[in-house]
């Protein structure tokens, strides 16, 4: 299993807590943490299925390498990361 | 350094890592500070009041009543002044050795080119994403240090951004330019005090390294402050080949 986190900033918008998955790839883990949690899923992903522009996903503290596709590999026990950005100052 | 400037830096040349050629390249740098709210404020009386010999504070707003909260660049008789002037005053009974250059203005274009090839470090204090990326694009491309930081409700961020560096990322790298933004603004959604003066201040010290040449900068990481766990986390942000503002260096 591996576990899917969404940062702080990103709960004070729309709160989910850890969710724990069973997925390859980072596309797969997302899609079964966001699975009946359409709202947030609008925040993170647009209505082609294409992560944001403002989020960022890291594996193991790790940025991905593939926005494009979410095809990064997730192994059992890692940490996926989900985390926005910030523009106030 | 005269006696008066060995006895006021006393405390920094006391740190082996920094010592009299540290602090003397803090005289002698120019670091600008984009925004003098939440975040420039810390950052701009923590850089004035270390000995940097100058500071550009750009801003192109003025202070109004629900600034001060948080920004405490500014006091209340400054409600209604140009944020830059109100800073330049403050900074000039913190540190009258730290010249200030106020810009009255959000800088773009040329103007924002300018200014960035003539400093050392660059902050990033602004308050939208539209600014965050021009300055970037101005940073990678004069390639000169960008110490990026945000935040909003209890929440902070804060990274470098090292166009000096062949391995580190831009800001671009990290959250791609796009429309689809989510802005947030302290405004509307409310930003607890002590945030900004934490992610300022840390700003701050990591442009002093920067300028110092001492320690390990926040090149290739990302600081994320959770303020009501009162939790830090840290996270590794690579650089991107395929990155539209600095994949094409030659050296990427």
Known sequence: ?89 | MNDAQLLRYSRHILLPQIDIEGQERLLAARALIIGAGGLGSPAALYLAAAGIGTVVLADGDTVDLTNLQRQILHRTDSVGKTKVLSGQNTLATVNPECGVIALHERLSGERLASEVAQADVVLDCCDNFATRHDVNRACVEAHKPLVSGAAIRFDGQVSVFDASRTDSPCYHCLFPEGDDANEERCAITGIFAPITGIVGATQAAEALKLLIGCGESLAGRLLLLDGLAMEWRSIRVRRDPECTVCGSRSDA
Request: with cysteine; net charge positive; charged share 25%.
């Open chain 1, 1 to 89: 299993m591996a576990t899917v986190e969404f940062a702080a900033a990103i709960q004070r918008h729309v709160a989910c807590p850890i969710q724990q998955v069973t997925a390859p790839t980072v596309r797969r883990a997302l899609a079964a943490a966001l699975l009946g949690r359409d709202e947030l899923r609008g925040y993170i992903l647009d209505d082609q299925g294409r992560l944001r522009k403002h989020v960022a996903i890291f594996v193991d503290g790790a940025m991905i390498r593939d926005r494009r596709n979410l095809g990064d590999p997730v192994a059992d026990g890692s940490e996926v990361f989900v985390v926005q950005a910030l523009s106030g100052g």
